[in-house]
T-cell receptor, first 113, second 107 residues
Framework: NAGVTQTPKFRVLKTGQSMTLLCAQDMNHEYMYWYRQDPGMGLRLIHYSVGEGTTAKGEVPDGYNVSRLKKQNFLLGLESAAPSQTSVYFC????????????FGEGSWLTVV | GQQLNQSPQSMFIQEGEDVSMNCTSSSIFNTWLWYKQDPGEGPVLLIALYKAGELTSNGRLTAQFGITRKDSFLNISASIPSDVGIYFCAGSNFGNEKLTFGTGTRL
């Protein structure tokens, strides 16, 4: 997982609190993604970005916001955390379209109580 | 959102056994990918397939792109303890930025 770094790795939030997950990549990739992983559900795309200053919605965007102010960083925000957002979050990046060049971070474990 | 169906969901095997798992979709893809996820880590790409009928190997792993373009198969020969993990299939289409992931097979 070299090249994609996520912070924090673990976090416990109370319902209604806000927080931001940071993803940084040093591979000069254009595309960046945020996924969430839940038991039995595989990985689901929350939001993605095709370049600096751009963002787009994925499969499950509700309750999340993102920003890509710098090419190397992709931030995922939860404005008002809910227990349903308890999950493992993965950031990923790639040169062009998804596929053989996609690299994942190590994951961020978020629990909302 | 669309999910790919993987089977089996989980399996227990003896060291040295061969393993087979598959992934099916209701729609076609022109790229199939197989990832492995170790505990506490992100998924790592094992094999990428780009052509219907293609058979590709990576060491003890062999994957096939189904002729219908709606399925893919992964085989692991002579399994070893470090093969333990969750295996995910994923499909994508050219020009589409998104991967669709399977539900995973826990080995």
């Amino acid at each position: 997982n070299a090249g994609v770094t996520q912070t924090p790795k673990f976090r416990v939030l109370k319902t209604g609190q806000s927080m931001t997950l940071l993803c940084a990549q040093d591979m000069n990739h254009e595309y960046m993604y945020w996924y969430r992983q839940d038991p039995g559900m595989g990985l689901r795309l929350i939001h993605y970005s095709v370049g600096e200053g751009t963002t787009a919605k994925g499969e499950v965007p509700d309750g999340y916001n993102v920003s890509r102010l710098k090419k190397q960083n992709f931030l995922l925000g939860l404005e008002s955390a809910a227990p349903s957002q308890t999950s493992v979050y993965f950031c990923a990046s790639s040169y062009w379209i998804s596929g053989n060049t996609i690299y994942f971070g190590e994951g961020s474990w978020l629990t909302v109580v | 959102g669309q999910q790919l169906n993987q089977s089996p969901q989980s399996m227990f095997i003896q060291e040295g056994e061969d393993v087979s798992m598959n992934c099916t979709s209701s729609s076609i893809f022109n790229t199939w990918l197989w990832y492995k996820q170790d505990p506490g880590e992100g998924p790592v790409l094992l094999i990428a397939l780009y052509k219907a009928g293609e058979l590709t190997s990576n060491g003890r792993l062999t994957a096939q792109f189904g002729i219908t373009r709606k399925d893919s198969f992964l085989n692991i020969s002579a399994s070893i303890p470090s093969d333990v993990g969750i295996y995910f299939c994923a499909g994508s289409n050219f020009g589409n930025e998104k991967l669709t992931f399977g539900t995973g097979t826990r080995l």
